[in-house]
């Protein structure tokens, strides 16, 4: 094991999380010839050459009546370093997505953890399936970040502790929280992350309201603008029709 330098050791807190749009082959255009092949077979293809705003009728048809598999003909990698609670959520959407995560076998975990801003709602009221987060007081938030930080010394400290003496880094990360960041690549398709936002994030125009947890929905935002930027007329047809995966 490489010795780590001293200054890497100290934890780091954060309240924001990362969002990179890495690589894609996402367009307007991969909807409407993979619809179109239906009824053009291999002329379908003449679309590539098109504006696709001249078929925005069509992809906004398609999303209306969600015939959803014209939406799944592209793809987008993002890499995404968030909490490992995030990841967690992030492990339920399985259809149409793929992982590959930061391996804390194989690497010294860093010493990065997350600690809720100030802007981040602390208290939930009401029951489950009915209940709403509302703002802290300033002594709740004081609290929130002085035990999260001084837990957060404390498992990092036994961590580099174990590894010291020689545990291996699969056994001695058991004690670290789920607060710690950790990075992955997430690759997904239009579809699969209509359906992500659809839970994962609250929305005016959304006609099946979600109660999406505040951490995940942030990543969810940030992987939208980039989306929305690849493929606007898709994004505009998903909020126009109650932001629906179709």
């Given at each position: 094991?490489?010795?780590?330098?001293?200054?890497?050791?100290?934890?780091?807190?954060?309240?924001?999380?990362?969002?990179?749009?890495?690589?894609?082959?996402?367009?307007?255009?991969?909807?409407?010839?993979?619809?179109?092949?239906?009824?053009?077979?291999?002329?379908?293809?003449?679309?590539?050459?098109?504006?696709?705003?001249?078929?925005?009728?069509?992809?906004?048809?398609?999303?209306?009546?969600?015939?959803?598999?014209?939406?799944?003909?592209?793809?987008?990698?993002?890499?995404?370093?968030?909490?490992?609670?995030?990841?967690?959520?992030f492990m339920r959407h399985r259809v149409?997505?793929?992982?590959?995560?930061?391996?804390?076998?194989?690497?010294?975990?860093?010493?990065?953890?997350?600690?809720?801003?100030?802007?981040?709602?602390?208290?939930?009221?009401?029951?489950?399936?009915?209940?709403?987060?509302?703002?802290?007081?300033?002594?709740?938030?004081?609290?929130?970040?002085?035990?999260?930080?001084?837990?957060?010394?404390?498992?990092?400290?036994?961590?580099?502790?174990?590894?010291?003496?020689?545990?291996?880094?699969?056994?001695?990360?058991?004690?670290?929280?789920?607060?710690?960041?950790?990075?992955?690549?997430?690759?997904?398709?239009?579809?699969?992350?209509?359906?992500?936002?659809?839970?994962?994030?609250?929305?005016?125009?959304?006609?099946?309201?979600?109660?999406?947890?505040?951490?995940?929905?942030?990543?969810?935002?940030?992987?939208?603008?980039?989306?929305?930027?690849?493929?606007?007329?898709?994004?505009?047809?998903?909020?126009?029709?109650?932001?629906?995966?179709?």
């Amino acid at each position: 094991m490489t010795d780590t330098p001293a200054d890497d050791l100290k934890p780091s807190f954060l309240s924001d999380v990362t969002v990179e749009l890495v690589k894609h082959s996402a367009a307007d255009s991969d909807v409407l010839w993979a619809a179109r092949v239906s009824t053009a077979g291999e002329q379908s293809l003449d679309e590539l050459k098109k504006d696709p705003e001249r078929s925005k009728g069509l992809i906004n048809y398609l999303m209306r009546d969600r015939h959803g598999s014209p939406f799944e003909h592209n793809s987008m990698t993002f890499f995404i370093s968030a909490p490992i609670f995030v990841f967690r959520e992030f492990m339920r959407h399985r259809v149409g997505w793929s992982y590959n995560e930061e391996s804390g076998r194989y690497r010294e975990l860093q010493s990065v953890f997350y600690v809720p801003g100030p802007d981040r709602k602390l208290v939930q009221e009401g029951r489950p399936g009915k209940y709403v987060f509302v703002d802290g007081t300033e002594a709740q938030q004081e609290l929130v970040v002085r035990t999260m930080e001084d837990s957060y010394r404390q498992a990092y400290d036994a961590y580099q502790e174990m590894l010291a003496a020689g545990v291996a880094r699969e056994v001695a990360r058991a004690v670290l929280p789920v607060g710690l960041f950790s990075s992955m690549y997430a690759t997904c398709n239009a579809r699969s992350l209509m359906h992500f936002l659809g839970l994962r994030t609250q929305h005016e125009l959304a006609t099946v309201p979600s109660f999406p947890q505040r951490e995940i929905e942030m990543v969810g935002e940030k992987m939208e603008a980039e989306w929305a930027k690849l493929m606007p007329l898709t994004h505009a047809a998903f909020n126009a029709n109650g932001r629906v995966a179709p």
